[in-house]
């Protein structure tokens, strides 16, 4: 369940090609009221979850792999618009470890073809100012935080907002969100640190260990500074 509110967001996204959940019954064909699932749809599944953990744990040559097989089952279908939803969940990844700068690069090449859902979310990766009709069409777990960013939320705190989250990576790409609009401040940006450390992703906890670290040395916190460095130490020695 480590990615269940993320690709909820995928399988809303993708329902159109019934994206599936690869139930025991769905995989041995048990179930009689069941159709028989498509070789493109499992292959695009397992390579996009395979790739998405292999890009937050650091491994970059498995990731390239892993994304290159969804894309070639995405293609098989001839659907540029699967294409673009897959690129949309790669820069999240990239969103949530600080390394997406700028527009969505993949997605952009494929915008002729997406829908208002992938505009809505391309632009919310870029900490847009969306409207109430583009937040409806968000994630449910980033539309509170769209509306933080559009200044339409209900009040409460940006840390707080964030913890309610049960989805580790629908939080960190929150806080990337955040940050990106100036709007994270240290407990955002420990909840980031304590989200990618308790997952075991190293590559957004180093990204969010630098931030602690430089944030708490202009804000004079010595400790908080020194002690986010030796934890950069281990994980990234």
């Not at 829908?115 to 969306?130: I, K, M, N, P, T």
């Not at 989200?195 to 202009?218: F, M």
């Amino acid at each position: 369940m480590s990615f269940a509110h993320h690709t909820g967001w995928r399988h809303r996204a993708l329902r159109g090609a019934r994206w599936p959940w690869l139930l025991a019954c769905a995989v041995l064909a048990a179930c009689s009221s069941q159709p028989p699932v498509p070789d493109w749809q499992m292959n695009a599944h397992a390579a996009t979850q395979k790739a998405l953990n292999a890009y937050l744990t650091g491994q970059a040559r498995v990731e390239a792999q892993e994304w290159e097989r969804a894309r070639q089952a995405l293609a098989s279908t001839g659907r540029a618009d699967l294409l673009a939803r897959a690129e949309l969940l790669r820069c999240a990844a990239q969103s949530a470890s600080l390394a997406l700068a700028g527009p969505c690069a993949g997605f952009e090449a494929l915008r002729p073809d997406a829908a208002a859902l992938e505009l809505a979310y391309a632009d919310f990766l870029q900490a847009q100012r969306l409207t109430a009709a583009q937040i409806a069409l968000l994630p449910t777990p980033q539309r509170a935080v769209a509306q933080h960013l559009a200044g339409t939320a209900s009040g409460g705190d940006a840390a707080a907002m964030l913890g309610a989250m049960e989805d580790p990576l629908s939080r960190l790409v929150g806080a990337a969100a955040l940050f990106q609009a100036g709007q994270a401040g240290p407990a955002v940006v420990a909840q980031a640190v304590d989200t990618a450390s308790a997952q075991g992703w190293r590559r957004p906890l180093i990204a969010w260990l630098t931030v602690q670290a430089d944030q708490a040395q202009a804000a004079g916190d010595v400790d908080t500074a020194a002690r986010a460095r030796r934890r950069l130490a281990v994980v990234a020695p």
